[in-house]
């Protein structure tokens, strides 16, 4: 059997958050899960602000992890999330009810997320320099503003395109999507996502 990812979240500080910026907030979170399920029975949101999404190809888990991240500083929110890699036993119509070890995983490795926002969880033991590769990462998120996540977003989501193309996505100039993308350190994002996919199938069964 190959190794699936689980990814599970929660938002930061939800409670804090004014009533209408929640709404904005789930509706982009649930849209966000959707668009990198595929389909449906693949997510899961409950508790009002914890979701739980299952990825089928393991070595796309750190970019959905990221482009989640990116969906929600982009509009000035945030959230926890534990990576979970390994088998996947059962799968149910709703994936939270779902078992094997990626679920195991990622579920116990949420909990001792604190200052830290996101951390990466394998059936074999994880290298050192990975957990250090996520938190210098996580710093760099905690820090970037909400235009440098949207920028960052389009540029991931639509697979590192060129900068003038992207401009013309977002409608803007192509000075200003590069110093925005530099400014987040974005080459730093497209060297750990390579990095990861280059790692994971040198680790067990993909």
């Known amino acids: 059997m190959n190794w ?4 599970t979240g929660d938002l930061v500080k939800s409670s804090k958050l004014p009533a209408h910026q929640y709404e904005q907030t789930i509706q982009a979170l ?8 595929g389909h449906a029975s693949n997510f899961s949101m409950y508790r ?11 070595t796309t888990a750190l970019k959905a992890a990221l482009l989640i991240r990116l969906t929600l500083i982009a509009i000035g929110s945030d959230c926890r999330l534990s990576i979970g890699i390994g088998e996947v036993d059962n799968q149910r ?31 074999v ?16 998120l905690q820090q970037m503003t909400a235009r440098q996540a949207q920028v960052m977003y389009g540029y991931f989501a639509n697979g ?42 040198a680790q067990g069964k993909l």
């Open 48 to 58: 009002g602000d914890a979701f739980q999404l299952l990825l089928p190809c393991a």
């Open 93 to 123: 119509s709703q994936v939270s009810l779902s078992t094997g070890e990626a679920f195991m995983l990622s579920g116990r490795g949420l909990e001792p997320l604190k200052e830290q926002h996101w951390a990466l969880h394998l059936p």
């Open 160 to 201: 590192q395109i060129s900068h003038q193309q992207l401009a013309e996505i977002l409608q803007s100039s192509r000075a200003n999507v590069t110093q925005l993308l530099n400014q987040a350190n974005y080459t730093l994002f497209v060297d750990l996502l390579s990095q990861f996919e280059r790692y994971l199938p």
């Open 125 to 140: 033991a994880t290298a050192a320099e990975w957990q250090l590769l996520l938190r210098f990462s996580d710093v760099l």
């Open 4 to 7: 699936s990812a689980v990814i």
């Open 30 to 37: 649930e849209q966000i899960l959707s668009t990198l399920s």
